[in-house]
């Protein structure tokens, strides 16, 4: 809605703000107050793609972040602090004052400030990555695992990108680009922190076989990535004859033995977020909606649905705490899960052996973020176009274009074609997959490995994923179903010249090239 638009807009700007001062307060030694650092998180994360449509809670973010702009102010005085800067001005609006006050800092306004759109666009991609490394670390810290390093780099980083948006501090889009190459290197940082706080909470994912079957009696949806939510609802409705089933990117949490062992944790239902409009209608009971994506709610089930954390719609129930105690509800063929890196790394000398013999000939990473559009049937296309003696390595909604294809298991070993590595959330698998089996072949780069990647992108963490791997040098990436709008062809140029990313083409031409390791 433009007028959630608009929030979301101003309460970014505000948020730039307040890492100013945050950054200032952290150079100069002075102690920040942990609710700053929090509020950071969440506040980035609530403007996620497809996370909070809540005009109502977008007041109350807006009211707060004029609140802790304040508090900022006076910490860095007391601090002996430089290079503050004002709050945007508003504590309490109209509609009227809203519009004309946000309008100042909507993309395109931001742009004409800039007065340069490869540098603004440069700017945006680097917002976008921040915005998806605070989902991560507001993800760890929700499991009580936190950095403040973290914290320190995400003011300093939203910081710099504000003085260069604002004219306070020069930089070229060269720069800015660099700079979001750092943030990508940090990311990597912030998703081995989710990836250790998953661990740790839950236990190490093991290989299963999850049902699609519904049973008999009361049931709970629950679908976003939050696992604590889930354990918490779990414990909450155990022994209660209430069954509880995922959605969406919930699924890998069935490969984790904490959450596993919960015997009414009853097995999966539906697909990806972009079919919710069906697939909720369909289910009989309550749905826990805990983080993106969430499609705006039809009638027929909105008086049915919760959500939670940063996620919010105009009119739908949101549940503050993860006290869960009035909801309840029920909802289809098995999908291997549990494949993340543990597992996949202690078969690292076995696919070894196999790609030494022969058997698997190419890896292919296909996942990430799935969406409405036609286009990303390319991803569908594309898997089952995969010669039978490959192994493709998939995470994110994206899965669903590929994990109920018939694409078998590779020849007699036993092991499935698609592994699973988990939720985007557990991006850091990959990584970690491709380095083992780097240092298993003895090579000197990811890239000389039999590995192509085909991302499917829609949000900021996959942004945040992006960054990343190009920090860490991967090339020939490619990327669809459509490239950002905002990435502008200066910026494509020097992403395709130094980094090989490539937009998807034909799913006939794209798998030829990749089997030729281009």
Not at 294 to 318: C, E, S, W
Request: hydrophobic share 40%.
């Amino acid at each position: 809605p433009p007028k959630v638009a608009a929030q979301q807009d101003l309460l970014v700007e505000q948020l730039k703000r307040i890492a100013i001062n945050a950054d200032a307060i952290n150079k100069a030694g002075g102690s920040l107050p942990p609710e700053v650092d929090a509020f950071m998180l969440g506040g980035l994360f609530s403007t996620l793609t497809n996370v909070n449509f809540d005009s109502s809670r977008f007041a109350d973010y807006i009211k707060h972040a004029g609140d802790l702009h304040e508090m900022t102010q006076n910490v860095a005085l007391a601090a002996g602090a430089t290079g503050t800067t004002k709050a945007v001005g508003v504590k309490a609006y109209d509609d009227e004052q809203l519009g004309l006050l946000a309008s100042r800092y909507s993309v395109l306004a931001r742009r004409d400030a800039v007065g340069d759109a490869d540098l603004s666009s440069a700017i945006e991609l680097g917002t976008y990555a921040l915005k998806g490394m605070a989902a991560y670390a507001d993800h760890a810290a929700k499991l009580g695992v936190t950095d403040d390093s973290v914290h320190a780099f995400i003011h300093s980083a939203l910081a710099k990108i504000a003085r260069v948006e604002s004219g306070a501090e020069s930089a070229t889009m060269a720069d800015m680009l660099q700079h979001v190459l750092d943030i990508g290197g940090k990311n990597v940082e912030v998703m081995a922190m989710l990836d250790s706080a998953h661990r740790t909470a839950f236990g190490t994912p093991t290989p299963r076989s999850v049902t699609t079957t519904p049973k008999e009696g009361k049931a709970i949806l629950v679908s976003g990535h939050d696992l604590a939510d889930l354990q918490a609802l779990l414990e909450q409705t155990k022994d209660t004859g209430i069954r509880v089933y995922t959605h969406g990117e919930m699924l890998p949490a069935h490969g984790y033995p904490e959450l596993a062992k919960y015997r009414h944790l009853a097995g999966h239902y539906g697909t990806a977020w972009q079919l919710q409009q069906l697939e909720f209608n369909l289910f009989p009971g309550a749905i826990v909606v805990t983080t993106n994506c969430l499609m705006p709610p039809r009638r027929k089930y909105a008086n049915r649905l919760f959500t939670t954390n940063a996620v919010g719609f105009d009119g739908i129930q949101h549940v503050p705490s993860t006290d869960f105690t009035p909801r309840l509800i029920a909802p289809a063929p098995a999908m291997n899960v549990g494949y993340g890196h543990s597992a996949i790394v202690a078969l690292a000398g076995t696919i070894k052996d196999l790609v030494e013999a022969g058997q698997i000939s190419r890896f292919f990473v296909i996942g990430g973020c799935d969406g409405s559009e036609s286009e990303r049937s390319y991803f569908t296309k594309l898997a089952k176009l995969t010669p039978a003696d490959s192994v493709i390595l998939t995470a994110g909604c994206g899965k669903y274009r590929l994990n109920t294809l018939p694409l078998g298991e590779l020849s007699e070993t036993g092991l499935p074609r698609v592994l699973d590595l988990g939720q985007c959330n557990d991006s850091y698998g990959a990584v970690v997959v491709a380095n083992t089996l780097k240092d298993a072949f003895g090579l000197d780069s990811i890239n000389d490995l039999p590995l192509s990647i085909s991302l499917s992108w829609l949000e900021q963490k996959a942004v945040a994923v992006l960054a990343s791997l190009l920090h860490l040098g991967i090339r020939n990436i490619r990327i669809g179903p459509s490239l950002p709008a905002f990435v502008t062809p200066a910026v494509l140029d020097v992403l395709v010249s130094d980094f090989g990313l490539k937009p998807i083409g034909k799913p006939e031409d794209d798998i030829a090239a990749m089997m030729r390791g281009e």
